[in-house]
């Protein structure tokens, strides 16, 4: 809203004016504005909560070796960072942009299916929360939107790959394709050009080859964004674990929409420039500034978790995210932490389900998901059970494994920016 107010006094020459056309201004400054935010509404926002006693029931402290009963301490804190995110993005935004909708339009849907599950959890003193069922039809249908309206939206168009070229001892940007167009091509690491087109599956089918390849690019967006959302709620089991790890992607990908919509950077890089998709960099500023603010109280000892209506909604936000800039495929590195996460559980499941076929009781960790693995002790297990890996035998706190899991993201997050030099 700000932004369209401070263009339309700049044609009456209002000094300052100007500023708010330059992304990077509109960027920090949403950056900044959700911080304060998020800390000033969870600080006023905690205390309504523990006034109305509406807190989660008591999660499992068998699993804690140091003795920490988590309990009375409210849930639902997403509706934090949903609140400082999307006051930012409007005031910040270009609203009439279709990646921007899509954001929001994500935010508030995987908030309310977020928020339905924490509601049964709280109110109705369910800890099983919403049916998984109900939750993945939710999340599938928010990839359905996405997808759709990327296939079909006219402003959904890029540049393909760029180059810059020496002509005269001056650098020259050449377009491979002069005109922006719709493209099923997407960031592959480590490849020569970073492209990779989705019409390569289904190239056998003639004439109807673009059509089936956008149907299976909507499938793939179903995927991804059910795949990563259930991968952030996975990882939303220590305090400031999933807050953390999800700010320190949010910068990889703001920095990754900001030099895809640069026709300089993109050139340099040789990925696709994708115009518009700079106010994703605003939006990434909020959701990286909210979660910063967040961390003020959800850092150990928290004083409130995000619940469902946070991990749903942050997980969600990274895979359309990624979608929208073309860099999905760069996710399992980036979420490497998210993907791990799930993948353990994956393991566990199966391995434990085929013991049980042959009457033989065995898993492959400790506990899954697998940062439980590194704070279970030992004598906490199973003796009917036969675990493959009991790896760490002393249980470590849990501020700890969760700085080492930022680490870990860090290093994640560099490597996938590397990935577009190295080819």
């Known amino acids: ?7 339309f006094l700049e044609q009456f020459g209002i000094s300052g004016s100007h500023i708010w056309g330059y992304i990077s201004f509109r960027a920090l400054l949403a950056l900044i504005l959700s911080l304060t935010i998020s800390a000033w509404f969870g600080e006023h926002f905690i205390k309504y909560l523990k006034k109305k006693q509406i807190t989660e029931t008591q999660r499992d402290a068998s699993i804690d070796p140091f003795g920490v009963k988590k309990i009375g301490v409210p849930s639902m804190g997403g509706v934090i960072i949903i609140v400082a995110i999307l006051i930012p993005v409007l005031l910040l935004g270009r609203l009439r942009n279709i990646y921007l909708i899509l954001m929001m339009v994500t935010t508030l849907w995987l908030g309310f299916l977020g928020g339905m599950d924490d509601y049964i959890k709280i109110f109705k003193r369910n800890k099983d929360g919403l049916k998984g069922k109900y939750k993945i039809i939710g999340q599938v249908g928010i990839g359905l939107i996405v997808g759709i309206t990327l296939w079909a939206s006219p402003d959904v168009k890029i540049n393909e790959n760029l180059a810059i070229e020496q002509q005269n001892g001056q650098e020259v940007v050449i377009k491979h394709r002069p005109e922006a167009r719709k493209s099923l091509k997407t960031t592959i690491p480590f490849v020569k050009g970073h492209n990779f087109d989705y019409s390569w599956f289904t190239k056998w089918m003639g004439p109807y080859r673009s059509a089936a390849a956008w149907v299976l690019f909507v499938i793939i967006t179903i995927f991804i964004v059910t795949a990563v959302s259930n991968g952030a709620n996975l990882n939303d089991g220590m305090d400031g674990m999933c807050a953390g ?3 320190i992607i949010g910068v990889a990908l703001g920095i990754l929409a900001y030099v895809s919509s640069h026709i300089n950077f993109a050139a340099y890089l040789n990925i696709m420039f994708i115009p518009g998709s700079q106010e994703l960099v605003v939006f990434f500023c909020a959701f990286v500034g909210a979660l910063i603010g967040f961390l003020w109280y959800n850092a150990y000892p928290a004083q409130i978790f995000m619940g469902d209506t ?6 969600g936000i990274i895979g359309v995210g990624a979608i929208i800039i073309h860099k999905e495929l760069l996710l399992p590195i980036l979420c490497g932490i998210f993907f791990v996460e799930s993948l353990s559980v994956i393991m566990q499941v199966y391995y434990y389900k ?3 076929h042959r009457g033989v009781k065995q898993r492959i960790f400790k506990r899954t998901p697998i940062h439980d693995a590194f704070r279970t002790q030992d004598s906490q297990l199973d003796p009917d059970c036969k675990y493959l890996i009991k790896a760490p035998h002393t249980p470590k706190h849990e501020s700890k494994i969760t700085i080492r899991f930022w680490i870990i993201t ?5 490597l996938t920016i590397i990935t577009l030099k190295i080819r």
Request: no cysteine.
């Open 245 to 247: 790890n999800s700010a």
């Open 354 to 356: 085929l013991g049980k």
């Open 410 to 414: 860090i290093i994640l997050a560099a």
């Open 310 to 315: 946070g991990s749903l909604t942050i997980g």
């Open 1 to 7: 809203m700000l932004y369209y107010l401070f263009r």
